[in-house]
Nanobody, 129 residues
Framework: QLHVVESGGGLVQPGGSLRLSCAAS????????IGWFRQARGKEREGVSC????????NYGDSVKGRVTISRDDQKNTVYLEMNNLQPEDTAVYFC??????????????????????WGQGTQVTVSS
């Protein structure tokens, strides 16, 4: 079975940093675009960042642009989300998701959640003093 598992969440003070990890099992991540999403209590799911296969395209949501960096290590079958200058409004459950890439004619990944097939259970990020 195909699974992705998030880790690295926790409690951090405003201005702090966290690195989230998304590890894949049951499949090779090298053929998949990976996205990070978050959902705060009472709010809709929001696209945070995505990275295409071969790392040739990255995208960031407007609310995190400049504070977040996504990267992947296909040898470790893991994608990372480095988050800096975290603020209380970043408090949410963070999910990673994977979608198989078939068209390699262009470099692209999407922040639309419905495009992704495999989802993790999420990791809680709480930003509070």
């Amino acid at each position: 079975q195909l699974h992705v598992v998030e880790s690295g969440g926790g409690l951090v003070q405003p201005g702090g940093s966290l690195r989230l990890s998304c590890a894949a099992s049951g499949f090779s991540m090298v053929y998949y675009d990976i996205g990070w999403f978050r959902q705060a209590r009472g709010k809709e799911r929001e696209g945070v960042s995505c990275i295409s296969t071969r790392s040739d395209y990255r995208n960031y949501g407007d609310s995190v642009k400049g504070r977040v960096t996504i990267s992947r290590d296909d040898q470790k079958n893991t994608v990372y989300l480095e988050m800096n200058n975290l603020q209380p409004e970043d408090t949410a459950v963070y999910f990673c998701a994977a979608t198989r890439r078939y068209d390699y004619s262009r470099s692209y990944c999407t922040l639309v959640g419905s495009a992704y097939d495999y989802w993790g259970q999420g990791t809680q990020v709480t930003v509070s003093s």
